[in-house]
T-cell receptor, first 109, second 113 residues
Framework: GIQVEQSPPDLILQEGANSTLRCNFS?????LQWFHQNPWGQLINLFY???GTKQNGRLSATTVATERYSLLYISSSQTTDSGVYFC???????????FGTGTRLKVLA | DGGITQSPKYLFRKEGQNVTLSCEQN?????MYWYRQDPGQGLRLIYY???????QKGDIAEGYSVSREKKESFPLTVTSAQKNPTAFYLC????????????FGPGTRLLVL
């Protein structure tokens, strides 16, 4: 089955720093989403981005489906950005979401 | 407000007991999903439903059962056959299965006594 790998697995930043999170997938996909899981466990939608580039405030994402990767950019990080970031893909020909391994981000004040 | 609700927030199970986790959505979504998350891990798909009266197994369906009798509701039963049920359970929905944005409920933490 498809493999979804995220890097780095852990990231510690000082408040105000920028970062790039990566999601690599091993086969073609129809759908890709980025989520933020807060310390209480709630998963929050960041982007639905099967291809192209989107921006929402300090966050932006780019998916290059032909090269099988997606990037999530966080600029001017804040302590509230801490948590775990997941990408999730739907392999072509299926209806099931497969979650990546996650990136655990800690932003220090 | 539209959204997904899960209850209870915490659930305790005794050995040999079946327990049912509730998931309700008022988003008018056709597709619903159940995931399991173990500490420090990602999410794994248990079951999903594309439409009322239909559901399919995910990657870790053994020891679990579901029903989809109403569009709004997708309850998950953790049976006594699930030998290691302690985990965080998340329910989600989307307009269509595998398409568009998936939205999540707040989750239920299940602990075995």
């Amino acid at each position: 089955g498809i493999q979804v790998e995220q890097s780095p697995p852990d990231l510690i930043l000082q408040e105000g720093a920028n970062s790039t999170l990566r999601c690599n997938f091993s086969d073609s996909v129809n759908n890709l989403q980025w989520f933020h899981q807060n310390p209480w466990g709630q998963l929050i939608n960041l982007f639905y981005i099967p291809s192209g580039t989107k921006q929402n405030g300090r966050l932006s994402a780019t998916t290059v489906a032909t090269e099988r990767y997606s990037l999530l950019y966080i600029s001017s990080s804040q302590t509230t950005d801490s948590g775990v970031y997941f990408c999730a893909v739907v392999p072509s020909g299926t209806y099931k979401y497969i979650f990546g391994t996650g990136t655990r981000l800690k932003v220090l004040a | 407000d539209g959204g997904i609700t899960q209850s209870p927030k915490y659930l305790f199970r005794k050995e040999g007991q079946n327990v049912t986790l509730s998931c309700e959505q008022n988003l008018n979504h056709d597709a619903m999903y159940w995931y399991r998350q173990d500490p420090g891990q990602g999410l794994r798909l248990i079951y999903y439903s594309q439409i009322v009266n239909d559901f399919q197994k995910g990657d870790i369906a053994e020891g679990y059962s579901v029903s989809r009798e109403k569009k709004e509701s997708f309850p998950l039963t953790v049976t006594s056959a699930q030998k290691n049920p302690t985990a965080f359970y998340l329910c989600a929905s989307s307009i269509l299965a595998g398409r568009e944005t998936q939205y999540f409920g707040p989750g239920t933490r299940l602990l075995v006594l």
